[in-house]
């Protein structure tokens, strides 16, 4: 539901007085916030910006009243300049175009889409819906993520509390009684042994190897591939992933055909959004077909990325000629999948954590009663 609309003071581009210095001015300063702007204010912008144009609002005037109400922060900023911009003439998707790390390629595209088509007003409603469910699928699987994450930093914390403080001293007890360790025993104190005695290696390869992988992923277009490739054959999870990038292929694909956009500029387009690059090569490979006057089911089939109730869904609407209506339900029946699976598969997530941290402790326990088993048997004995 939109937020309550409430009008500001008049901004200079409607003709109020205005202590903010125009760029360019003496005494302006050309410093810009470089802050991101969450999903969830841009998507009560996106809202609310609907809500005025729906009702018949000037453009110009509905951002005025939005950037008069927003607190202080970079899309405040944004919307200064957007008023500033289209009033002096520039249609508001190019405006928005120069603020690419907020109004991405796909949101500029539709305002202009929109724009063009006389329907701004239904296209953010649109946008609006695409963000809200990508906040929301993005929130499930954080708080579903915080439970396992919490039980794995507490089992690690106390492992290694009990590998370097604790093993150590039972290591003193069994040298002292010179007896034979069992395996499990003698590998538990070579482990706690290598961890004391290069506690740098233990914990610093590791953090190594994550910061190699997090710069090879945006350097390397190769190694991304790969990862994603990789991902997307996980057990569970990939099925997962794949279904939520097809559901969020469907989704800005349909809607941005249903706005007017060019099928070959759509694919553009959602090939920009796509995070995955192996999905990515795919879309490039339709793109490539399409542009040659072919269909687009047939080589979406071919590509291995889309299963075959898509590749049959979108040939019933090359077919029919409604391509948008089926890629929005694709989207939607997707969409559905994706959140029973990521429900069903948390469910299971939580009790294998705990049966393996169950199964580590008791491994330690066993390990060092053992030996205590056959010390008690010597005292008895002497």
Known sequence: MAKKIQRSAPHPASGGASTTAQPGAPGATTKKRRGRVSTGVLTDFTIQLATLTEAGIPIVKSLTILEGQMRPGPLKDILIELVEDVSGGTPLSEAMGKHPRVFDR????????????????RVLNRLASILEKAAAIRSKVVGALIYPAVIVFVAVCVVSAVIVFIIPKFQEI??????????????????SRFTVDRWYVVFGVPILLLILHIVLLKRSYGYRYRIH?????LPVLGTVLSK????SFASTFGTLIQAGVPHLDALGIVR???RNEVLAKAIDDIRKTVREGEGIARPMGE??????????????GEATGELDKMLLKVADAYEVQVDRRINAMFKLVEPALLIFVAVF???IVVALFLPLLEIMNQVGNA
């Open 106 to 121: 796909l949101y500029a595209s539709m305002v202009k889409a929109g724009e063009a088509g006389g329907v701004l007003d």
């Open 174 to 191: 069994f040298q002292s009684f010179k007896i034979e360790l069992p395996g499990m025993t003698q590998i538990l104190l070579n482990v």
């Open 229 to 233: 490739g990789l991902m997307l054959k």
């Open 244 to 247: 939520a990038h097809i559901s």
């Open 272 to 274: 920009d959004a796509t």
């Open 303 to 316: 590509s291995g990325a889309f299963d075959d109730l898509v590749t049959n869904m979108v040939d019933v």
């Open 361 to 363: 402790v008791g491994f």
